[in-house]
């Protein structure tokens, strides 16, 4: 059974720092590309980084937020440097650029003073 499993959000401040965390497992991980999506309520889910043979970002987030995964603990990370304000939403993982995988419950980040 695939089951993707995402964490490390969280309440931070403008400018502050967080490192998401995703567990996959129920398939071979060894998907040549991964994802990182977040999704505000009320609009689509967006895809923001990827990383096939370069990284890949999308112009939100380029620059501040760094994709990386660690074949042998079945795991993707996304680093969240110098966040905003427009950052909050909840983030989801799954193979790019194309999902192909049932979502997991996501996990919630904010930003705020």
């Known amino acids: 059974q695939v089951q993707l499993v995402e964490s490390g959000g969280g309440l931070v401040q403008p400018g502050g720092s967080l490192r998401l965390s995703c567990a996959a497992s129920g398939m071979a991980f060894d998907i040549r590309t991964w994802g990182w999506y977040r999704q505000v309520p009320g609009e689509q889910r967006e895809l923001i980084a990827h990383?096939?043979?370069?990284?890949v970002y999308a112009a939100s987030v380029k620059g501040r937020f760094v994709i990386s995964r660690d074949n042998a603990k079945n795991m993707v990370y996304l680093q969240m440097n110098s966040l905003k304000p427009e950052d909050p939403s909840v983030y989801y993982c799954n193979p790019a650029p194309h999902w192909r995988f049932p979502w997991g419950q996501g996990t919630q980040v904010t930003v705020s003073s």
């Open positions: 990383n096939g043979n370069i990284p």
